[in-house]
């Protein structure tokens, strides 16, 4: 069975960054649209980035454009977000999760920022950012 395995988190100040890494088991993580989310304290889980199975189309919730990068290496089964000019408002749980549905998406706008779309999540990693 696929896992998902988050790692990179933790406390850092406002302007900082963190670099959060998800690695899958299984063959299969290329065909996979691969997504973060977040959960702040008493809050629901929020869309944060997407990417397409090969890289080439991302998609960004509007409060992190120009802050976060998604980025994936199929060849260590791994998807990243880089997490750049932190804020407070930024602290959360982050969540990574996979489409599994091999749907080869090429544009940004079809990834998909619904939380029921996604198959399989990580057990979360914390991301706490003081001002």
């Known amino acids: 069975q696929v896992q998902l395995v988050e790692s990179g988190g933790g406390l850092v100040q406002a302007g900082g960054s963190l670099r959060l890494s998800c690695t899958a088991s299984?063959?299969?993580?290329?065909?996979?649209?691969m997504g973060w989310f977040r959960q702040a304290s008493g809050k629901e889980r929020d869309f944060v980035s997407a990417?397409?199975?090969?890289?080439?189309?991302?998609y960004y919730t509007e409060s992190v454009k120009g802050r976060f990068t998604i980025s994936r290496d199929n060849a260590k089964n791994t998807v990243y977000l880089q997490m750049n000019s932190l804020k407070p408002e930024d602290t959360a749980v982050y969540y990574c999760?996979?489409?599994?549905?091999?749907?080869?998406?090429?544009?940004?706008?079809?990834?998909?920022?619904?939380?029921?779309?996604?198959?399989?999540w990580g057990q979360g990693t914390q991301v706490t950012v003081s001002s």
């Open positions: 999760a996979a489409d599994v549905h091999a749907r080869f998406f090429t544009s940004a706008t079809l990834l998909p920022t619904d939380k029921d779309a996604y198959d399989l």
């Open positions: 299984g063959r299969t993580f290329t065909t996979y649209t």
């Open positions: 990417i397409s199975w090969n890289g080439g189309s991302t």
